[in-house]
Nanobody, 127 residues
Framework: QVQLVESGGGSVQPGESLTLSCATS????????IGWFRQAPGKERETVSCISAIDGTTYYTDGVKGRFTISRDNSKKTVYLAMNNLKPEDTAIYYCASYFQTVGPECNDYIGTYDYWGQGTQVTVSS
């Protein structure tokens, strides 16, 4: 069955880095766009980044541009989110999700497009 499993979360101080991984199984990753999302306490889930299955183009929400980098390794069936210069406002549960991409080349940043979701990994940024 389709599975997405996030890992790599943790507690760090402001300015530090983390790299999240999204390990996938049960589908051909190369045909699916992957997105990273986050949900902070009391807030709605928001799109952080996504990467296209068609040409690898990427999207970032304004608050993470220049600090976060999404990448994919289809041979390892894994998508990564490298997060640098972390800020307290980045504290949230981070989720990865996928959808079968037939339209592009850009990935869709609309949350409702995504069909399959992981269970999430906690990222806490605090001094």
């Amino acid at each position: 069955q389709v599975q997405l499993v996030e890992s790599g979360g943790g507690s760090v101080q402001p300015g530090e880095s983390l790299t999240l991984s999204c390990a996938t199984s049960g589908f051909t990753l190369g045909l699916y766009a992957i997105g990273w999302f986050r949900q902070a306490p009391g807030k709605e889930r928001e799109t952080v980044s996504c990467i296209s299955a068609i040409d690898g183009t990427t999207y970032y929400t304004d608050g993470v541009k220049g600090r976060f980098t999404i990448s994919r390794d289809n041979s390892k069936k894994t998508v990564y989110l490298a997060m640098n210069n972390l800020k307290p406002e980045d504290t949230a549960i981070y989720y990865c999700a996928s959808y079968f991409q037939t339209v592009g080349p850009e990935c869709n940043d609309y949350i409702g497009t995504y069909d399959y979701w992981g269970q999430g990994t906690q990222v806490t940024v605090s001094s």
